[in-house]
């Protein structure tokens, strides 16, 4: 019975993801490198970049299963891991930095603080030469929730506009 509601839960917040419709803006110089993202946003950047090839580094906590299952399905590499657990699997990450391709992380991590950078996407960074990308979104009708994100929950077939700037290297 688990088993059949996370296939469910997997296949309905697919559906839901691919619903969304995502507008990005991205600067002149856009390349390959990490998309850092807030927590609170996770279903949005997960619906921006699917099926880009984007190696994404999800937590081992069971929201991170189910998210993990959903990234797979819409064309994502997963590498699981935190700042906490799982951390020495992040060279994974880096090795898909080193040949040119995107990754994509939470920058505040699984658990937060909300809004404050972990080390671990900066690191990434200056150890792969590659550019950090802050990705922010703005969001038609949706849900935010009370957790320690305020995690938005985009109502199906609601526009979401993505801007992608420069962080650091």
């Given at each position: 019975m688990d088993s059949f509601k996370v296939k469910l839960g997997?296949?309905?917040?697919?559906?839901?993801?691919?619903?969304?419709r995502v507008r990005i803006s991205t600067p002149?110089?856009?390349?390959?490198?990490?998309?850092?993202i807030w927590h609170r946003d996770l279903l949005a950047s997960t619906a921006a970049f699917k099926y880009w090839g984007v190696h994404a580094f999800i937590s081992q906590s069971k929201d991170g299963d189910l998210f993990a299952a959903i990234?797979?399905?819409l064309g994502y590499t997963v590498t699981r891991g935190s700042d906490s657990?799982?951390?020495?699997?992040?060279?994974h990450v880096l090795s898909t930095l080193n040949q040119g391709k995107f990754a994509g992380m939470a920058l505040d991590g699984p658990h937060g603080p909300a809004g404050q950078i972990k080390?671990?996407?900066?690191?990434?960074?200056?150890?792969?030469?590659?550019?950090?990308w802050l990705v922010s979104a703005k969001y038609g009708?949706?849900?935010?929730l009370k957790t320690?994100?305020?995690f938005i929950l985009p109502l199906p077939l609601t526009s979401i506009d993505i801007e992608i700037k420069y962080l650091c290297t």
């Open positions: 997997t296949l309905l917040t697919t559906l839901w993801v691919k619903s969304l002149d110089d856009f390349a390959p490198g990490i998309l850092g990234a797979q399905k657990h799982g951390a020495s699997n992040v060279r080390p671990g996407s900066q690191w990434l960074s200056k150890k792969s030469g590659r550019p950090l009708p949706h849900l935010t320690w994100d305020n």
